[in-house]
C-alpha cells in the first residue's frame, strides 16, 4: 500500500510460546544453516527484550543491604543509589559531631534529612525536612551534633 512502510522487525514472542517452539526444535531435524538462522532470530528478540527492560523507563531499587558505604571524611559516609547521564542520588551518614567542609555547588542540589539534625552553613534542617541549594551558591560547613541521614539529589555535571 502506498504510504505505509512495511516492518522488518519481528515482535518478541511469549516466553511460554518460544519454550515450546525450542523443545519442538530439537526433536526436528534441521540442517546447520536453518538452525543458526532460528537460533539467531530467538537470541535477537531476547536481546531487544533485554534492551527494552533496561530503557528509562524500568523501575531502579536499591535494598537497604545493597551498595557500598564509603567513609568520605572522618564520620561522613556515602551511598551512591543511582548516577546516570542525567542524575545523581545519593545517601549520607554522618555520625554525631561530624562536619563536611564548605563546598559550590555545580548544578542545583535537593537534600531530604531523612533522621536526626544537620546545620547546613547555618540552617537547620530536621528529619523530614527539604533544603535545595541552587546551582552556583557555596554552602558553609555542613555539621551534626546527634547525627543525620540525608538523601541527596543533582542533576549530572
Request: charged share 25%; aromatic share 4%; proline share 4%.
Amino acid at each position: 500500500m502506498a504510504g505505509h512502510s512495511k516492518s522488518t522487525e519481528r515482535p518478541v514472542i511469549d516466553a511460554d510460546i518460544e519454550e515450546a517452539i525450542l523443545i519442538n526444535l530439537s526433536l526436528m531435524p534441521l540442517n546447520d544453516a536453518t538452525r543458526s538462522a532460528l537460533l539467531e532470530r530467538t537470541l535477537a528478540a531476547t536481546r531487544r527484550k533485554d534492551s527494552h527492560s533496561k530503557d528509562s523507563h524500568s523501575f531502579v531499587t536499591v535494598l537497604q543491604k545493597d551498595g557500598e558505604w564509603r567513609e568520605i571524611v572522618s564520620g561522613v559516609f556515602q551511598k551512591r543509589l543511582l548516577e546516570n547521564e542525567k542524575m545523581h542520588a545519593t545517601l549520607y551518614r554522618m555520625l554525631p559531631g561530624s562536619s563536611f567542609p564548605a563546598h559550590e555547588h555545580p548544578t542545583d542540589e535537593e537534600c531530604v534529612c531523612l533522621e536526626g539534625e544537620v546545620d547546613l552553613g547555618g540552617i537547620a534542617l530536621r528529619a523530614g525536612e527539604f533544603h535545595l541549594a541552587p546551582q552556583g551558591v557555596r554552602h558553609g560547613q555542613i555539621r551534626t551534633e546527634e547525627g543525620c541521614l540525608l538523601y541527596v539529589r543533582c542533576a549530572a555535571s
